[in-house]
């Protein structure tokens, strides 16, 4: 394989594993927030054991996720030097923001967070508790920031170096393969920079996402003990907050799908047309509910919804979906490649288009599995409400609970299906009509070496997640700890949290 493909697959590996936990922080942060939140105004004891054991997982799986997220650093350096010369300017403005508004702020205040519980008052503690979740949300802004710039670059000019001279390009200059070492993007407006067109929709969506993350492992871990007899009252109180929150959640990240998905039709209609396999443009685009990509012929067999794209990006039912048979457009390719006929212009077209088929497939698993989760969230909600959800003498519940074990991974899965299909939609650049990714890649670097480290990735990286799911066991077998040590007997006087305090599941014994 090419280095080019190597340093790819390297990448993804390394960054989907950890994409895992960041996620995980950022959930469960903010179900923290809400536990400890609940403590101070009812002071009921319950609120401090939850708060005080999901905040031991937390530490694990954040001491996780900042052991393999140094990693990719490194690897901008290493293995795409170029880019890294290209986008410094701008990458180094928004990852030095990351380190002053994020790490410093998580740092400072994590500590207390994990060992301050004897040391300091509830409320410093809660003040705590609430920076070190604003710090892990920071965390996620700023790289989205940066990566959403890749996508829609914004607020910047090209600027050539020759002989220690800067000569500012011209807008719309075509980056050449000769230029490189010599060209830079440089940043002319911060502000124009972060809020580029995509960064909003985009900081939306994987924040709701992670948000889910959390909500589902805890009532993962919750669906465990109730089936297992364990710790009724703590995860009956768990699974009732993650659930609330959860379902919550669900209607944020519909709403944020709606306009993150309109706002690739804008911005990136190559990779809106590769999500759903259009090839021609029509009135009454159909949407594919799920079906395979014919690279072939040219078009996607599988169950569609006549019209329904059209209208989800465009709330029209009529308005035609552009096509890959016309993107880019002639004049696009031409600027690219001077001298060719419309004929051979569009032979070189569908080297502008991603690999439809993976773009196709990892989008649509996102949104079938994200459908799954809306629907598992309110049904968690209506059976709560209703007061059956911790039935388990019956056998419909016990399975559904079951069910709800295992949904831990459902919000994983669509997390890393969500962002293969965004890195993945916008190749072959990897600033989106800008700099190709063959382009980025560090000219000294060679295949073995890459294949070398792939391999020494995967050794560390599947020791550490042994690692993890060890301690993470270890923590959810030890199960809370009540304030006089025995944790099997639950602290008296529960009540539910949000609307469900005048519901029928308002007492949970």
């Known amino acids: 394989m090419s280095v080019e493909i190597l340093s790819r697959i390297q990448f993804a590996f390394t960054v989907a594993f950890h994409f895992l936990y960041p996620p995980m922080t950022i959930g469960l942060g903010m179900l923290l927030v809400i536990m400890e939140g609940l403590y101070l105004k009812t002071r009921n004891p319950l609120y401090h054991q939850l708060a005080h054991f999901w905040t031991r997982v ?18 901008f350096g290493t293995n795409w030097a170029a880019y890294s010369r290209f986008v410094g300017d701008i990458f180094g403005s928004a990852l030095a923001a990351e380190g002053i508004f994020a790490f410093f702020l998580e740092s400072g205040f994590l500590s207390l967070l994990l060992f301050g519980w004897d040391k300091v008052g509830p409320k410093t503690h809660f003040f705590a508790t609430c920076m070190v979740a604003l710090g892990s949300h920071f965390s996620a802004i700023w790289i989205l920031i940066a990566n959403s710039w890749m ?39 911060f502000w124009v920079m972060i809020s580029n067109p995509s960064a909003f929709t985009r900081i939306c969506h994987v924040v709701f996402g992670a948000w889910l993350t959390g909500s589902f492992l805890v009532m993962s871990i919750s669906a465990w003990y ?34 993150t998905a309109r706002g690739v039709v804008v911005n990136q209609p190559i990779k809106l047309a590769s999500m759903e396999g259009v090839y021609t443009t029509q009135d009454y685009t159909p949407m594919t509910a799920f079906g395979y990509v014919d690279t072939k012929n040219q078009t996607v067999h599988g169950l569609k919804i006549p019209a329904l794209l059209s209208f989800l990006c465009f709330h029209d039912f009529k308005k035609p979906v552009q096509g890959l048979l016309t993107m880019p457009s002639d004049d696009f390719l031409a600027a690219r490649h001077p001298g060719l006929s419309s004929d051979e212009l569009a032979k070189i077209r569908p080297n502008y288009w991603p690999i439809v088929p993976a773009v196709f497939q990892t989008y649509h698993v996102m949104i079938i599995v994200g459908s799954a989760l809306f629907g598992l969230s309110f049904l968690a909600l209506a059976l709560l409400w209703k007061g059956w959800l911790f039935r388990t003498d019956l056998p419909p519940i016990r399975w559904l609970l079951w069910i709800y074990v295992f949904a831990v991974i459902a919000p994983q899965i669509c997390m890393q299906s969500g962002w293969f299909t965004a890195e993945m939609g916008r190749q072959p650049w990897i600033v989106y009509n800008l700099l190709r990714t063959s382009d980025g890649l560090s000219r000294a670097v060679h295949a073995n070496q890459v294949i070398f480290s792939i391999i020494l990735f995967f050794l560390i990286y599947l020791l550490l997640f042994v690692t993890f799911i060890y301690l993470l066991n270890r923590k959810i077998q030890h199960g809370p700890d009540d304030d006089d040590g025995h944790h099997d007997k639950a602290p008296e006087g529960f009540s539910a949290p949000f609307f469900l305090k005048k519901g029928r599941a308002s007492s949970l014994d």
């Open 58 to 75: 937390f530490g694990l799986i954040f001491s996780i996720g900042v052991a393999t997220g140094i990693v990719m650093e490194f690897e």
């Open 226 to 259: 109730l089936l297992k007899g364990r710790f009724p009252k703590f995860a009956k109180a768990s699974i009732t907050i993650a659930a609330c929150f959860a379902a919550f959640t669900t209607i944020l990240q519909s709403i944020s799908a709606d306009a």
């Open 151 to 189: 996508q829609t670059p914004a607020g910047f000019h090209l600027e050539k170096i020759v002989n220690g001279i800067h000569t500012r390009l011209p807008d719309g200059y075509i980056v050449q393969a000769s230029d490189l070492g010599h060209v830079r993007a440089v940043v002319d407006n």
